[in-house]
């Protein structure tokens, strides 16, 4: 069946380092991606996306690259700020708008 | 704009009893979505509503009724709470429904006794 997964549960690095935040997918069939940044008390909130027609995507410090041949995707955070501290979710879009999640990555910025 | 407004942000009720959460959105979109977070499992879909007029049941809908109010509201409703559903809540909303971008609300957090 369809699943979201993620390799790490936790991540810490030093502040100004890069941050990569791995996932795992097993629907070959899923074709849309999407990162979602949660801060603690808030809501999640969309970082960025990528089809499967890409192998990356870059946005404001971030960059997406998926890997179909593996299933496998990542988010890198350049120069790594204490804001960028949350917890990052993985999730893909495989039926027309039904999100599913992966369980998360907790990502804690050193100074 | 405030975006995706939920209430209540806390509720503590004992078993059997019901409660409703309310959601609203300005920012005029079609779908909205209600999620539950529980430790270690991530979001799963409850009920999401495509467009107005039409709900549908998402991956966790037993112990849930919904009611898209109009464009703006999504209610999601609790007949009869079970400690079971106590969990983080949060309705969402976007322009369409196949996208990923979702607009989160800020949560709401139930505990049944």
């Known amino acids: 069946g369809e699943s979201v997964g993620l390799h790490l549960p936790t991540l810490s690095v030093q502040e100004g380092d890069n941050s990569i935040i791995n996932c795992a997918y097993s629907?070959?069939?899923?074709?849309?991606f999407i990162w979602y940044k949660q801060e603690s008390g808030k809501g999640p909130q969309f970082i960025i996306d990528i089809r499967s027609n890409m192998d990356k995507r870059q946005g404001q410090r971030v960059t997406v690259l998926l890997n179909k041949t593996v299933k496998h995707l990542s988010l890198q955070i350049a120069a790594t700020q204490p804001g960028d501290s949350a917890v990052y979710f993985c999730a893909e879009n495989p039926q027309g708008g039904k999100l599913i999640f992966g369980q998360g990555t907790e990502l804690s910025v050193k100074p | 704009n405030a975006g995706v407004t939920q209430t209540p942000k806390f509720q503590v009720l004992k078993t059997g009893q019901s409660m409703t959460l309310q959601c609203a959105q300005d920012m005029n979109h079609n779908s909205m979505y209600w999620y539950r977070q529980d430790p270690g499992m991530g979001l799963r879909l409850i009920y999401y509503s495509a467009s107005e007029g039409t709900t549908d049941k998402g991956e966790v809908p037993n112990g849930y009724n919904v009611s898209r109010l109009n464009k703006r509201e999504f209610s999601l409703r609790l007949e009869s709470a079970a400690p079971s559903q106590t969990s983080v809540y949060f309705c969402a909303s976007s322009s369409r429904m196949n996208t990923g971008e979702l607009f989160f609300g800020e949560g709401s957090r139930l505990t049944v006794l």
């Open positions: 629907n070959s069939a899923s074709d849309y």
